[in-house]
């Protein structure tokens, strides 16, 4: 059981930010920023390899301290919290080094390369109280994927049946001109883990986990290692079935889940993040208006954001309690993304049980598959 006595009682969370990049600009800071009007944190340090950046970031923030090298950082200032906002090859070093160092740890998605790398984090957290290691999935978060996901839980709309979650977006070659992109060993894959790993993750968030998966994954475009478009069908515990669809080469870009229940349709449209009105429950016939309006309420609009999981993060750490994505609620979403590359890859069905250690696509999400080529014919 959680400790009944937090070690943070009546007083700031100290945080550091690793990684200077925009991520850590434009996302983390302002979220811990934020919560330090609020008294609840303090960002103590910064750390990034390349000293100008790190510089910079201390000084427009008003931070302490910057450092080039992390092991420092912990023996030195000895944070509570590690937010990391750098590429996915660095993660899980990083992880394990904050952990290790007594510090809770926030990481950007996608959290790491292979689901080996993901057991090895875990195995390096507290026992119960933490210190545990959340990702950053903050489209669960904010007032609407609240109020569906406990329409959903309580049966409300009815059983779910079909759905469908779709990241369709657009990146052009000088996005996949910085280094560690497209790459298997620094990325770990392309738009199914680096960009629709969010919408899959709130689709996993809402329904539960899945059974069995069976995809197709294809480079048409870009002259990268991964592929740049993805599709999937997934089937649920629940029965209900799904389709996934990944992609960086759509001009008109979307983010969208539709869940189609017995009783209504929920669906939520938007890009980058989502609010109530990016909601949308439609009733199927003979449901009661009145039944309709209880289930369009969702109450005071508190969009998804960094800032909407962090201000949970807190409060988890001020508990003592394990933060929803980190554990086996985190790793749901990297089993799903394993399994779509591994059934892509060897053109076969693929169970949730089926990857475990041994298996080639549990240390790398390409299986080190020989040969694949999934160009244009």
């Not at 992390?70 to 952990?99: F, Y």
């Not at 809402?206 to 290692?225: I, T």
């Not at 229940?261 to 990016?278: P, Q």
């Amino acid at each position: 059981m959680p400790s009944s006595t937090s070690p943070f009682t009546g007083r700031r969370i100290r945080a550091a930010v690793v990684g200077a990049g925009a991520i850590g600009r434009g996302s983390h800071l302002p979220a811990l920023a934020r919560l330090a009007e609020e008294g609840e944190t303090e960002v103590v340090a910064v750390v990034d390899i390349d000293a100008a950046a790190a510089e910079e970031f201390r000084a427009a923030a008003g931070i302490p301290q910057a450092y080039t090298d992390l092991e420092r950082m912990l023996a030195e200032q000895r944070p509570d919290l590690v937010t990391i906002c750098t590429p996915p090859t660095l993660h899980r070093a990083q992880t394990v080094a904050a952990l290790r160092a007594g510090a809770w740890v926030w990481c950007e998605k996608p959290p790491v390369p292979a689901l080996a790398d993901f057991d090895a984090i875990e195995a390096e957290e507290g026992a119960d109280g933490g210190p545990y290691a959340a990702i950053v999935f903050q489209h669960r978060f904010g007032s609407g994927a609240r109020h569906v996901r406990a329409l959903l839980a309580g049966r409300a709309l009815g059983r779910p049946l079909v759905a469908h979650c779709q990241t369709t977006w657009f990146r052009d070659a000088a996005y996949y001109a910085v280094p560690w992109r497209g790459r298997w060993h620094t990325e770990g894959g392309g738009p199914a883990m680096g960009h629709g790993i969010h919408q899959m993750d709130l689709l996993l968030d809402l329904l539960g986990p899945w059974s069995d998966v069976r995809a197709m994954a294809g480079r048409l475009v870009h002259d990268v290692e991964t592929e740049d478009v993805s599709t999937a069908l997934v089937r649920f515990a629940n029965g209900a079935l799904a389709t996934i669809v990944n992609s960086v080469l759509s001009p008109d870009e979307v983010s969208r889940i539709r869940i189609d229940c017995e009783r209504a349709t929920v669906e939520l449209t938007h890009l980058y993040g989502h609010g109530n009105a990016d909601w949308r429950i439609i009733p199927a016939p003979g449901v009661p208006s009145e039944q309709a309006a209880a289930w369009r309420d969702f109450g005071p609009d508190v969009p998804s954001s960094h800032l909407a999981q962090l201000r949970e993060l807190i409060a988890d750490m001020r508990a003592g309690r394990r933060p929803r994505s980190s554990g086996a609620d985190g790793r749901t979403s990297l089993e799903l993304i394993t399994a779509l590359y591994k059934s892509a890859f060897t053109d076969t069905t693929v169970r949730r049980a089926d990857i475990t250690p041994g298996d080639p696509f549990y240390t790398a999400l390409h299986g080190n598959t020989p040969g694949w080529s999934p160009t244009t014919p």
